[in-house]
Nanobody, 126 residues
Framework: QVQLVESGGGLVQAGGSLRLSCATSGDTFDTYGMGWFRQTPGKEREFVAGIKPSGGWRGGSTFYANSVKGRFAIDRDNAANTAYLQMNVLKPEDTAIYYC???????????????WGQGTQVTVSS
């Protein structure tokens, strides 16, 4: 059973930056695709960024929602079993609960990820 714990959320002014972390348990982290999703009240969970498992064809490649492309960056440290989401030039519309997920292999669909963290709140003030 993989456990995920997010951290790094908080309150930031528009134009600012935050770096989210997702620490995972287990020793197979490098075989998991990792994803970041976000959700606001009354809306469905939305894909933000993903990174493929390390190794193999296009291993470690990243992909993003159009709304964050060029501003957000996902990466992973396999030695630390941790994934990150660097968020720059934040906008008020980025305000949401951000969730880390493991298991998807290049997918943007939440149902393809079998393991989820508890979420961390990101609030961007105007």
């Amino acid at each position: 059973q993989v456990q995920l714990v997010e951290s790094g959320g908080g309150l930031v002014q528009a134009g600012g930056s935050l770096r989210l972390s997702c620490a995972t348990s287990g020793d197979t982290f490098d075989t998991y695709g990792m994803g970041w999703f976000r959700q606001t009240p009354g809306k469905e969970r939305e894909f933000v960024a993903g990174i493929k498992p390390s190794g193999g064809w296009r291993g470690g490649s990243t992909f993003y929602a159009n709304s964050v492309k060029g501003r957000f960056a996902i990466d992973r440290d396999n030695a630390a079993n941790t994934a990150y989401l660097q968020m720059n030039v934040l906008k008020p519309e980025d305000t949401a609960i951000y969730y880390c997920a493991a298991g998807g292999r290049g997918s943007t669909y939440p149902e393809d990820y079998g393991h989820w963290g508890q979420g961390t709140q990101v609030t961007v003030s105007s």
